[in-house]
């Protein structure tokens, strides 16, 4: 059984616009008038420097205080982890997950993901490469629900507010965290995963 042709060998291109399908020889689009690429301009140089610039953040993010808690009377400032730590010896295993889930898991999956898919695709790789392609819609699909990270802090205190003789105010920790999540997003949006499939269009 034949395989189906490539965009490339039908001469077509996709505006990263609007997705329209153009023919390869218009430099514009047609419906948005947009300029077209085959692949996003420097998609890998600039989803490194965001990755980068992100992981960076997330160092201040977790050593600077993000919260400040007072439960049962006993205040203290709080990293991401130390707070997470109190919550859970505190018996408020719920906030915690909370928490550990939106400021720690899905910050570091995003980390783990773009950096594996930025290196293969550099190295040509042809590892794997429908599961790559998973991961990054995977990280994609994460990445509508990333502002629920930057308001983590804002639903704890919400639902802290609720309990009697506890209290919860941010520190400035929060706004790198908020840097990591707004940075995520764009190295999630600036990489083109088309690139994941070059190295078996350059082999057929």
Same mark, same amino acid.
């Given at each position: 059984m034949s395989l189906p042709p490539y965009a490339r060998q039908m001469n077509l291109i996709l505006c990263h616009t609007c997705e329209q399908v153009c023919s390869a020889a218009n430099t514009r689009c047609p419906r948005c008038d947009s300029l077209l690429h085959r692949r996003k301009p420097n998609s890998v140089a600039r989803t490194w420097a965001l990755l980068l610039? &992100? +992981? =960076?953040?997330? =160092?201040?993010?977790?050593? +600077?205080?993000? /919260?400040y808690t007072n439960i049962f009377g006993s205040g203290s400032e709080n990293t991401i982890l130390s707070g997470i730590l109190e919550f859970w010896h505190a018996g408020e295993w719920d906030l915690a997950l909370i928490i550990f889930i939106a400021s720690v898991a899905v910050p570091c999956m995003k980390f783990l993901v773009l950096g594996t898919l930025l290196v293969t695709c550099q190295r040509r790789s042809r590892w794997a490469m429908r599961e790559r392609a998973k991961l990054y819609r995977l990280v994609e699909v994460v990445g509508y629900w990333s502002m629920l990270d930057v308001l983590v802090v804002a639903l704890i205190a919400a639902l802290v507010q609720f309990r009697s003789l506890s209290t919860i105010d941010?520190? =400035? $920790? =929060? %706004? @790198? @965290? $908020? %840097?990591?999540?707004?940075?995520? +997003? @764009? *190295? *999630? /949006? &600036? @990489?083109?995963?088309?690139?994941?499939?070059?190295? !078996?269009? !350059?082999? *057929?």
């Open positions: 610039a &992100s +992981m =960076i953040c997330y =160092i201040p993010a977790n050593v +600077m205080p993000v /919260m941010p520190r =400035i $920790g =929060i %706004l @790198f @965290f $908020g %840097l990591v999540v707004v940075l995520t +997003m @764009f *190295a *999630a /949006m &600036s @990489f083109d995963p088309r690139l994941i499939w070059d190295a !078996e269009v !350059e082999d *057929a």
